[in-house]
């Protein structure tokens, strides 16, 4: 059974020391930056990042539509065209397009046929939230509808493996509520679930693990709860005229600091021990606020800081975990 | 196979419910044979009403292979459709095998809609071996302008390869003298077409039953040409 070939350590997906630079009139830009990853099975993983980070171009790679420059990209230990080939993976693109002068139910039996093991049309439909749109011509239907007929192309093949890019663009709040119940369902199923998005919420509820990338590499990995910790869980915010920007920086779990007249903010990975090693110190802040961070927060404060330190220098994060 | 099957049987109902193939491939050639064709005069050799048909036979069968699938497939492209088959246990080959099959099956209602006015209506006759000949050498020959399509298809953008298909058949067409039969310097233009020896093929196994090898080796030559032409534009259309 194509099912069970794995690589040895298990692992759906590995993106191994994984580069690809294209070449624009600017200069070459480096779009995929030695990114490493292995993505196990029956998880659901959020791929997150800002425009430009590199994620379309990471999911390309892994689905073999493009080739890294360097570094090695395997689905099921082997090659992407060989699991695409055997029904493994159900992908939904940005990019991907529909055909015209075809019903919706005619556009996905299609795809039922081009997999070994299809559930029923009806059944997708339905999964899709679109059983009443199959007998509209497709290329009358709006954006969201046609996200919609593309999700269920997406599942249609059952496949352990389902790749979904922006999946909720242009849907409606209803839709995406559904959608996600689907894809919950999957999960359920041991279907190994990866997406990418920009909506911070989705990856905080519905992922068990959130891999940030950025500038095309990988920038934090973990649960929802250990990258919004790995940012700086707390921010922490009190009016402390004169005290010198030496001793805030010796602060213990520091991530980030900023001054604004006597009012300092910081990020701490653990604001108790930043704030007692403050008052330690002999200072006594007034005014002390003391926030969580939520998983945008968190996403915004990590990709600033590394887009702050340069190309070569992740530190500081490096630290913060 | 099944698969590919399957994505062919779906492309040609798409074409058939497509209106510019009726428009271009059936209805436009139909109609003009029915306007111009009663003529009694003769042309190339034998009675007009039989000229005009073959002309318009090739005319429509050659629209049919050429415009649908050229638009179709950069518009396909450009779309992400075919990115979309690409993610698919659909074999490579797949997508183009589908259109070229498509390509081949819907020239052949063009011919028959032809050779039925001209059979039934116009009075154009023809021992019975003639008329499949006739019908099957057309069919074969408008192969040349399928591989056109796919060279044009992978080549260009959707907004400009139907220009690309008008400036590459009109010529053809007119010079080809599927319009209406030429004469001099236009006419010795006119012979180096596929069009115009597809079309002469026919009215020699009219007339004579017997065809000239420069027929055959114009219209093999433009097909060799064009075949290498489409498998240049697919593979540096992949490599992108």
Redesign the interface.
Known sequence: MPRDTRSPDGAVVEFENVSKTFHSPKGPVHAVNHLTMALQPGQTIAFLGPNGAGKSTSLNML???SRPDSGRVALFGGTAADA????M?G?M?Q????????TVR?QVE??A????RPIPVTEALKRANIADLGDRRVDKLSGGQQQRVQFA?AII?DSPLIVLDEPTTGMDVENRQAFWATMRERAYEGKTVLFATHYLEEADQFAERVIVINKGRLLADGSAAEIKASAGAKRLSFRLPGVPDAVLHRLPNLVHVERQADIVRLQSSDSDATLYALLDAGYRPAEIEIQALGLEQAFLAITAEDNSVGDTDTATLEAAR | M??TL??TK?DV??VI??GRYLIFAIAMPAALYLIIGKQSTQADGVDFKAYYMLAMATYGAFAGALMNNSIRIA??R???????L?????PGWGYVFAKVVTSLATTIPSVLVVFGIGAFLNHVEMPAWKWVVNALVLWIASMTFVSLAVAIGYRFDPETAQPAVMLVFFPMAILGGLWFPLGGTLEKIGKWFPTYQAHKLGTDIISSGKVSATSIVVVLGWGVLFALLAVFSYRSAKEQ
Do not use: C, F, Y
Not at chain 1, 113 to 116: A, E, N, T
């Open positions: 689905l073999g539509l695409i080939k055997h029904g993976v992908a693109l990019s991907g397009g529909l055909m015209s002068d075809v005619e299609l795809w046929k081009l997999h070994p192309m093949g | 099944s698969a399957t994505l779906l109902l798409r419910r497509n518009t396909e450009k779309s992400g459709w075919t990115r979309q690409r993610l698919t246990p659909l």
